[in-house]
């Protein structure tokens, strides 16, 4: 089970961390990916870790603004956003799958949103 937080309202130019935390054992053997999902459209990806954090993948829009990391340890990873734009605001999903893939189709396991609002 996936429990993702942190989300909320905040200005243009701020920034927010979101956390996935997961319960079992086998969360250090997952990858795990974020998504978001705007008004309207498509559920889109926007970043994934391997198991082990070595690697990292990151949909262009966000690259040099969000950093996903993760600390198996506490069995969460993390998605830190700086420079928010207006147009990130959406629903964040956090997923798991033993793969990283950019594709949602492809997760095998999904937390419950949590909405961010960046005003400009």
């Known amino acids: 089970q996936l429990q993702a937080s942190g989300g909320g309202l905040v200005q243009a130019g701020g920034s927010l961390r979101l956390s996935c935390a997961a319960s079992g054992r086998t969360f250090s053997s997952y990858a795990t990916g974020w998504f978001r999902q705007a008004p309207g459209k498509e559920r889109k990806f926007v970043a994934a870790?391997?198991?082990?954090?070595?690697?990292?993948y990151y949909a262009d829009s966000v690259k040099g603004r969000f950093t996903i990391s993760r600390d198996n340890a506490k069995n969460t990873a993390y998605l830190q956003m700086n420079s928010l734009k207006p147009e990130d605001t959406a629903v964040y999903y956090c997923?798991?799958?033993?793969?990283?893939?950019?594709?949602?189709?492809?997760?095998?396991?999904w937390g419950q949103g949590t909405q961010v609002t960046v005003s400009s």
């Open positions: 870790i391997s198991w082990s954090g070595v690697s990292t």
């Open positions: 997923a798991a799958d033993p793969t990283p893939t950019t594709s949602s189709y492809e997760y095998e396991y």
